[in-house]
């Protein structure tokens, strides 16, 4: 995140792992050197959807950078997959 505060920013929800499965990586990450296509969870997605390299300097810079909002998280797992599906298609 910048050095501006972040106001539109929410915690990760517990058990959703939504930013690892809905949008495509196009960047190496450990275990998928081509990256992942949406829709598809990362390898490093573990079954309680947490991020096994999310402190690792491996970890791809796209997910290091996402930071948690409203707009993308929305107001639970399900609005989360649409919400990033939805941001997916229309940057694709």
Not at 6 to 24: D, K, L, T, Y
């Amino acid at each position: 995140m910048n050095s501006m505060e972040c106001v539109e920013c929410v915690e990760c929800r517990e058990g959703c792992g939504a930013c690892c499965i809905a949008p495509s990586i196009t960047s190496f990450i450990p275990g998928m050197p081509n990256g992942k296509p949406a829709n598809m969870p990362c390898i490093q997605l573990t079954s309680d959807f947490q991020c096994k390299i999310f402190d690792d300097p491996a970890r791809p810079k796209v997910c290091a950078e996402l930071t948690p909002t409203s707009d993308i998280c929305g107001s639970d797992r399900e609005h989360a997959m649409f919400l990033i599906h939805t941001l997916e298609s229309l940057t694709a």
